[in-house]
């Protein structure tokens, strides 16, 4: 079996995400060194980090933190861009488990009964082929054995690219764009929520905003990443 695999690797070398060198045969998307060089934030070490500060009073929430820091020039930008824009899912998933298995440890996912990925518009998700929020979600889900919903959250109308945009400009280009498909079945639920990168935090707080009928529902969150200006 193994001369096939060394004969596949011969035609179809695979190359690190970030830095390009050519991965070895038990190297997944990037290589060790920059697995390892990733820019961690360690924000689910921290109580009252300064994500969940900043999302206080926006909802009723649990625990929030990102895996990275996502800055100009960083890695971890690379492979932010891999995820989004080179049709590469399997990235996701892997970057769920990865997040998933360095988190566990400290009970970052205790008695979360859930996990939703933000959904993208149906059009955006047709055109990429999936919605990268939920490979995360799967990668995680596959470490804690935590289900994911992926249809709870229904994004209802499209939106402009939050990527030009102002603080302001983000904040009313995200009102009212979702809506919560099954509120019964979410009553008393813990449910963690799942995204690529927390900018502002428009997008989480407008997913949470479709969720504000649901009784006693907590919400934990978890990002990929975290951009810089928080
Ligand atoms: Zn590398």
Known sequence: MSIWIDLWELFFPRYCVVCGRRLLKAEEHLCVRCMTRLPRTRLHLQADNKMEKDLWGKMSLGRAS??????????????????????????????????ANELRASGFFQGIDCIVPVPLHEKKERQRGYNQSEMLANGISAVTGIPVFNKLIVRTRQTETQTHKGRAARWENMQDVFGCTSPEAFQSKHILLVDDVMTTGATLVACADALLGIPNLRISVLTLALAGDL
């Not at 990275?68 to 690379?78: A, C, I, N, V």
């Not at 891999?82 to 399997?90: A, D, T």
């Not at 990235?91 to 990865?98: E, S």
């Open 66 to 99: 990102a895996f990275l820091h996502y800055t100009q020039g960083d890695d971890s930008r690379k492979v932010l861009y891999e995820l989004k824009y080179y049709g590469n899912s399997r990235l996701g998933i892997f970057l769920g488990r990865l997040m």
